[in-house]
């Protein structure tokens, strides 16, 4: 039975193999044609899941490069889960080293920002921090603490401005010309319903990371401090409290 299913999934996604064997129609012949019908409709719903999550780098490239681009993606990455809703995870890096679009240096961050954009929009709830819930710890204990960070969290590093590339092509913004082309730090994240995409500060993706990885306070400010000598904690803390994007510390 595994073989079959494996033979099964491999024509579906291989236009030049045949119907595998034990399948069969009513007339006990290979159901060439249909089947080639069945292929092509999980074909093309696997590109529109695809083009469902990435509109922006669909309204970059257009409809046919994307539907074009995405049916090879899909036939090299098949989906290993049943939640379409996931599928294309690793789309951002298939097109950072897909060679018609390396003229387009920037879409496989625009493709790194929607990814993670679905990921948080899924992602766990969680209630956030109060301000009060640090109310009275000394500087020595502050510094020691480690913090949670939101679940649907993610930060993508760009050498591009990201953020104002995907707003205009998702629709954020209005189209105009892009003056400052140096890179974002984009911040994604759903506090409540709706998925946020912000530009950060020098110096605060660094911060945010650290707490992530597991660093207690003092370590990340560090680590921010040796990325941008601007940087200020308390400044930076404030927000990270204020903006709901730490949900509980422990040491």
Known sequence: MQQLQNAFAAALLDSGLPPPRGVVSHTSQAPVKRFAVYRN???VSLIDALEARFPAVKRIVGEEFFRATARVFARAHPPRSPLMMTYG???PEFLENFEPAAKIAYLADVARVEAARTRAYHAADATPLKASDLAGV???ALAALRFELHP???????????VTIWAINAGEMAFAAIEDWRGDDALIVRLTFDVEVRRLPAGAAAFLQSPKAGDPLGEAAGIALDCNPEFDLAINL???VSAGLAIRTFI
């Open 89 to 91: 995870d690793e789309f």
């Open 41 to 43: 409709n999980v074909m």
């Open 152 to 162: 649907s969290l993610e930060i993508i590093a760009s050498a591009f401005p990201v």
């Open 238 to 240: 404030a927000a990270l």
């Open 138 to 140: 000394e500087a020595v």
